[in-house]
């Protein structure tokens, strides 16, 4: 009878053994599960960054490459021109604004104004009421023709001297224009565009105008050559005053400009200024333009470094403050 015990005895600490054995191997190769998991998420994180940051580098090499072009394009024109001072201002607050902040904007040409947005015109044409302006422009688009117009009539300048340009208007966001922002700006779709800040554009056609969508690169483009038609269509300066010995700012602030003030958006406005300023296009998008503000750059004739493009003032809203 005690050898029958201890024959039990022995079998059931056999078994529990056993048990404990094929435990310890069930939670080893859990553990291992777990660590080729996170390896793989590891590498996929670390793949997908890496690739993220190839993309942000060859997009700003792009960039960097077609601003040298635009360098030497620069200098070689600059005795052809004149110098120019343009008011880059964004329109006053829209419906679009106001109504759709859960989705994704673009031209939408025919929205126009909010009760408030027509306040924001008016002040703003009190505050430029004393500047003499010498050419006035507006983007086809309702909501910047109307700020052009109310701004335009509190200075005293004729609404037939709004001259209209397509070449001013917005950013298209193509088939996105007006879809929910959550829905579209997937994470896939979100790594896409910061790899490619520059180029990359939205697919398809918008729903509201039927026009393509636009990469930053594209209105950049349209917006700056806007500007150089100006600059070179107002004739070349005449000024005679050598200044070789005056401080660049000082050179730059003596001559004499012809005023341009030009009502579009404030995308169209960033894209701009990336492309004068020659910066990283992984920035344009956290600039912030207002509405009603005014970004102010100035084109100088100047020699070498005192010539070329200025930025004077970005997003100035000191009119709306009182």
């Known amino acids: 009878m005690r050898w029958r015990e201890s024959t039990n005895w022995l079998e059931q600490q056999a078994a529990h053994q056993a048990a404990f054995h094929r435990e310890a191997l069930r939670q080893e190769a859990l553990r291992h599960q777990h660590q080729q998991f996170f390896q793989h998420m590891h590498e996929s994180e670390s793949s997908s960054v890496e690739v993220q940051q190839i993309g942000e580098r060859q997009d700003t090499r792009h960039a960097f490459e077609h601003d040298e072009e635009q360098r030497k394009k620069e200098l070689q024109l600059r005795s052809e021109r004149?110098?120019?001072?343009?008011?880059?201002?964004?329109?006053?607050?829209?419906?679009?604004?106001?109504?759709?902040?859960?989705?994704?904007?673009?031209?939408?040409?025919?929205?126009?104004?909010?009760?408030?947005?027509?306040?924001?015109?008016?002040?703003?044409?009190?505050?430029?009421?004393?500047?003499?302006?010498?050419?006035?422009?507006?983007?086809?688009?309702?909501?910047?023709?109307?700020?052009?117009?109310?701004?335009?009539?509190?200075m005293g300048i004729?609404?037939?001297?709004?001259?209209?340009?397509?070449?001013?208007?917005?950013?298209?966001?193509?088939?996105?224009?007006?879809?929910?922002?959550?829905?579209?700006?997937?994470?896939?779709?979100?790594?896409?565009?910061?790899?490619?800040?520059?180029?990359?554009?939205?697919?398809?056609?918008?729903?509201?105008?039927?026009?393509?969508?636009?990469?930053?690169?594209?209105?950049?483009?349209?917006?700056?050559?806007?500007?150089?038609?100006?600059?070179?269509?107002?004739?070349?300066?005449?000024?005679?005053?050598?200044?070789?010995?005056?401080?660049?700012?000082?050179?730059?602030?003596?001559?004499?400009?012809?005023?341009?003030?030009?009502?579009?958006?404030?995308?169209?406005?960033?894209?701009?200024?990336?492309g004068l300023e020659q910066s990283s296009p992984a920035g344009t998008h956290k600039r912030m333009v207002d509405n009603t503000s005014i970004t102010e750059v100035l084109y100088s004739t100047k020699d070498g470094g005192s010539g070329g493009w200025f930025i004077k003032r970005v997003n100035d809203v000191a009119h709306l403050d009182g």
């Not at 050179?251 to 012809?258: D, G, I, M």
């Open 158 to 274: 004729p609404e037939e001297n709004i001259q209209e340009s397509e070449a001013i208007v917005e950013l298209s966001q193509g088939e996105w224009e007006r879809k929910n922002r959550a829905e579209v700006y997937t994470p896939q779709v979100l790594a896409r565009m910061n790899a490619d800040n520059w180029e990359h554009a939205a697919p398809g056609v918008s729903c509201v105008d039927g026009a393509q969508g636009e990469s930053q690169c594209d209105v950049e483009s349209r917006m700056i050559g806007f500007l150089e038609e100006i600059i070179s269509t107002a004739g070349p300066d005449t000024e005679a005053a050598e200044m070789q010995d005056v401080p660049v700012d000082a050179r730059v602030a003596s001559a004499a400009y012809h005023t341009v003030a030009v009502f579009t958006h404030g995308m169209a406005i960033k894209c701009c200024l990336r």
């Open 82 to 154: 004149r110098n120019v001072r343009f008011l880059l201002i964004r329109h006053a607050e829209s419906e679009a604004n106001l109504l759709r902040k859960g989705q994704i904007g673009g031209r939408q040409n025919s929205v126009g104004l909010t009760e408030k947005g027509a306040e924001q015109a008016a002040i703003l044409g009190k505050r430029l009421r004393n500047m003499q302006l010498d050419a006035v422009y507006s983007s086809v688009a309702e909501r910047a023709r109307t700020t052009a117009r109310i701004a335009c009539r509190e």
